[in-house]
């Protein structure tokens, strides 16, 4: 004859011995289709930033990003800080989801407080983060749960530049001019002209350069933003520039038309 082993969820008998709730129809929850829901994975971007570019003068890198966070087409958030400081020379720029890139930085708060506690003398360079956030991306990719966003990580260790892009796929170069969104079909080119015909730009020329291109993408993105931020960093450590404001003339807006 076989023998009963009492069930402690569905026995009014056993209840007492975990507590006073009830667990009557536990087991009927626990299996009923409308409880059990699928994991969702982030499949559109909220608030978003547009463009952000990189560019390697003579002596530093120098990044750029706007401050505004886009809610679809409403311009929502219109002071955003899309870049984080990683160490005392490497600079994270993000466009893409603001979300994921706030994900990002506790990553990277986590990482380098975990080094400094070990009070070793060693640190990341900016070679290192941008290896190790290629892993980050291409491992979240690879769970098809990406995080949605195109960094570029720029820096300067022993007196190299160093300017490196990866995006949500885990793709990864170097170069010394680099852009993302619509920037990669507008800036870039700027950049890159910019470059191949004076590699040893200054400071002062790097900076004009950058907001010529911002000026761009601010007539053409409608994404974009008239205020923006822009870091440099050299041997001497990061040089913060902004919020500046781009200065902006519309009056041949006139002329565009056919376009209703």
């Known amino acids: ?35 059990v829901l699928p994991v969702k994975h982030t499949l559109q971007p909220t608030v978003t930033g547009t463009s ?13 990003a706007d401050t505004l966070g886009s809610y679809g087409s409403l311009a929502k958030l219109r002071s955003l800080c899309r870049y984080k400081e990683v160490t005392d020379k490497c600079v994270v720029v993000a466009s893409g989801d603001y979300a994921d890139f ?14 400094n506690a070990l009070s070793d003398g060693h640190h990341y360079t900016p070679n290192s983060i941008f290896s190790y956030l290629t892993r980050v991306m291409y491992s979240r990719r690879t769970k098809i749960n990406p995080l949605w966003n195109r ?3 720029g820096g300067y260790e022993d007196r190299t530049p160093f300017l490196g892009y990866v995006d949500e796929r885990g793709i990864a170069y170097e170069s010394p001019t ?5 920037g990669l079909h507008m800036s870039q080119p700027l950049l890159r002209d910019a470059y191949e015909n004076n590699p040893a730009l200054s400071e002062a020329e790097a900076l004009s350069l950058i907001e010529r291109c911002l000026k761009v993408l601010y007539y053409r993105d409608c994404r974009a933003h008239d205020k923006y931020d822009v870091v440099s960093i050299t041997d001497a450590g990061i040089k913060k520039y902004g919020p500046l404001t781009l200065e902006g003339n519309w009056q041949i807006a006139d002329y565009v038309v056919g376009y209703d």
Not at 21 to 28: E, K, P, V
Not at 104 to 112: A, G
């Open 1 to 35: 004859m076989a023998v009963r082993v009492p069930n402690p969820y569905t026995d009014s008998a056993t209840l007492p011995l975990f507590s006073n709730r009830d667990f009557s129809d536990t087991h009927r929850t626990a299996v009923c289709p409308e409880q």
């Open 102 to 115: 706030q994900y990002i930085e506790r990553n990277l708060d986590f990482l380098t407080v975990k080094s």
């Open 151 to 153: 960094l570029i990580v």
């Open 52 to 64: 952000v570019l990189g560019f390697t003068f003579d002596g530093g890198v120098m990044l750029a």
């Open 178 to 182: 680099l852009a993302t969104g619509f």
